[in-house]
């Protein structure tokens, strides 16, 4: 669809697109699968500080956004939806978090627009903006 599209070229050739609503982590990553058709679309993966700040300075003009980023309970990993096998790599964690507060439920990362783009875990339940990633 055409609501593809870059951020920041110099940054990363990928494709993002959101379309401004909010939805539990799982209903998220399931629309971005579906809207990117079989071209294997997900919640945003941030392999840097570089995409961090891009993305940061996206979500400024909307809301705190899912990451494409969940606790992998067998493991205990934190993984990327886009590569569930794998640890991931650069994290950027808010000071005292990942600390899995509300009863002990969050397990999946948000980026919080107020604290400077730095990462929360909250619960999957939660309802919030996504952006996904192609
Ligand atoms: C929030 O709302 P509260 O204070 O119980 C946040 C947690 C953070 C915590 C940090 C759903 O918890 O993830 O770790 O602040 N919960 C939500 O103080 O955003
Ligand atoms: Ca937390």
């Keep these: 669809g055409s ?21 539990t982590f799982s209903d998220a990553e399931a629309k971005c699968n579906a809207a990117s058709g079989s071209a294997d679309g997900s919640l945003v993966r ?27 309970q067998n493991t205990g990993y934190w993984v990327w939806t886009a590569e569930p096998g794998q640890q991931a790599q650069y994290l950027n964690w808010l000071a005292g978090e990942p600390n899995n507060h509300s009863g002990n439920n969050e397990e999946c ?4 627009k107020r604290q400077n783009g730095y990462w929360n875990d909250v619960p999957c339940s939660k309802q919030l903006k996504f952006l996904c990633e192609i």
Aim: proline share 0%; hydrophobic share 40%; net charge neutral.
């Design 46 to 72: 941030i392999d840097n500080e570089a995409e961090n700040e891009m993305v940061f300075n996206y979500i400024g003009s909307t809301a705190n956004i899912w990451l494409g980023l969940y606790l992998n």
């Design 109 to 112: 990362a948000q980026m919080v």
């Design 3 to 23: 609501r593809w599209r870059q951020l920041d070229t110099a940054v990363s050739a990928n494709c993002y697109f959101t379309n401004g609503r909010k939805k």
